[in-house]
C-alpha cells in the first residue's frame, strides 16, 4: 500500500487515480487534480458519493494544504 507521506508513492498513486476521473458522474467536476487529492484522502467512493469533494474537515484540509505547496514541488526529468 503506498504511504500518502513518500512523496514517490504518493504521486504514483495519484496518477493512478487520475484516469479514473473522466467518465465518472461527478455532479460537480471541479477540478480533476483536487478531486483526485479528495479521493486520495478519503476514497473515490466518496467523491462519487458526493459529486465532488466530500464535506469532511479533514479531506478539505488536505486538498487546500497539498494546494498550498505545490509551488514547492518540481517535476523531475
Sequence with gaps: MASPFNPEQAIDAQSDVLPHLRGE?????GDEI???LAACNA???????????????????????????????????
Excluded: K
Design 25 to 29: 458522474d461527478v455532479r460537480d467536476p
Design 34 to 36: 483536487d478531486l483526485a
Design 43 to 77: 476514497g473515490w467512493s466518496q467523491v462519487s458519493r458526493y459529486g465532488g469533494i466530500p464535506p469532511f474537515p479533514q479531506t478539505e484540509a488536505y486538498v487546500e494544504r497539498i494546494r498550498d505547496r505545490q509551488s514547492n514541488y518540481r517535476l523531475r526529468g
